[in-house]
């Protein structure tokens, strides 16, 4: 069983940045590639950044790229978001999440395990 448990959300102004961690249970940690999504009030989850099983390869979906930065520590079973640039279109849920694949995927049916999620807010 793996457990995957968010913090690091909260409440900013437009401009500021946040940290987001996600801290993972289980040995096989390190084999799989992680991901971050996040959900609007009213819209559908949508992925935001995901992260090889090394760290070597990322993805990032346009909305975020050059403002946000995924990457991971295996040693600790961590993975993080470094959130810069902050928009209020950022304003969303967060959830962090475990890929079935040692290669990130963007589409979520790849990933298997999810968080609880976060709430970031972003005023303006």
């Known amino acids: 069983q793996v457990h995957l448990v968010e913090s690091g959300g909260g409440l900013v102004q437009a401009g500021g940045s946040l940290r987001l961690s996600c801290a993972a249970s289980?040995?096989?940690?390190?084999?799989?590639?992680m991901g971050w999504f996040r959900q609007a009030p009213g819209k559908e989850r949508d992925i935001v950044a995901a992260?090889?099983?090394?760290?070597?390869?990322?993805y990032y979906a346009d909305s975020v790229k050059g403002r946000f930065t995924i990457s991971r520590d295996n040693a600790k079973n961590m993975v993080y978001l470094q959130m810069n640039s902050l928009k209020p279109e950022d304003t969303a849920v967060y959830y962090c999440?475990?890929?079935?694949?040692?290669?990130?995927?963007?589409?979520?049916?790849?990933?298997?395990?999810w968080g609880q999620g976060t709430q970031v807010t972003v005023s303006s």
């Open positions: 992260i090889s099983w090394s760290g070597d390869s990322k």
């Open positions: 289980g040995r096989t940690f390190s084999s799989y590639a």
């Open positions: 999440a475990r890929s079935q694949r040692s290669m990130w995927s963007q589409y979520q049916f790849e990933y298997d395990y």
